[in-house]
Nanobody
C-alpha cells in the first residue's frame, strides 16, 4: 500500500487545515489508519486513529476536541481546527496491518511521506 499525504501548509494560530491521505489501492479500505506527527527534535507521536469502517476513532489528549479523523473509500482525512503553534510538525498518515485502530506506531507497516504543518503565533 502506498500512501500520499497532502494538505499541509502555513496557517495562523486559531486557523484550520484539512489533511488528506490517499492510498494506492482500494484494499486500504479494509485497514485501520492513523495520523502521527513529528516536530523538530522530537520523537514521532500519535495524533489520531480510525478503524476500517470509520465507526471507531481515538485521539491524543493534546488534539481531542480540535481534530477530527474520518474516512471514505481509500482516503482518510484529518480536519484540524483551533490550531496552536505547538501543532507545528510534519504529519504522517499510516495504514495498519489490521482492521482495528491503534495508537502504536508498530501496528502500522505502511507510511506516507509526510506533509508539513506550520502554525504561526
Amino acid at each position: 500500500v502506498q500512501l500520499q499525504a497532502s494538505g499541509g501548509g502555513l496557517v495562523q494560530a486559531g486557523g484550520s487545515l484539512r489533511l488528506s491521505c490517499t492510498a494506492s489501492r482500494r484494499t486500504f479500505s479494509n485497514n485501520g489508519a492513523g495520523w502521527f506527527r513529528q516536530a523538530p527534535e522530537k520523537e514521532r507521536e500519535f495524533v489520531a486513529t480510525i478503524n476500517w469502517n470509520g465507526r471507531y476513532t481515538y485521539y491524543a489528549d493534546s488534539v481531542k476536541g480540535r481534530f477530527t479523523v474520518s474516512r471514505a473509500e481509500n482516503t482518510v482525512w484529518l480536519q484540524m481546527s483551533s490550531l496552536k503553534p505547538e501543532d507545528t510538525a510534519i504529519y504522517y498518515c499510516a495504514a495498519g496491518r489490521t482492521a482495528f485502530y491503534s495508537s502504536n506506531t508498530q501496528d502500522y507497516p505502511y507510511w506516507g511521506q509526510g506533509t508539513l504543518v506550520t502554525v504561526s503565533s
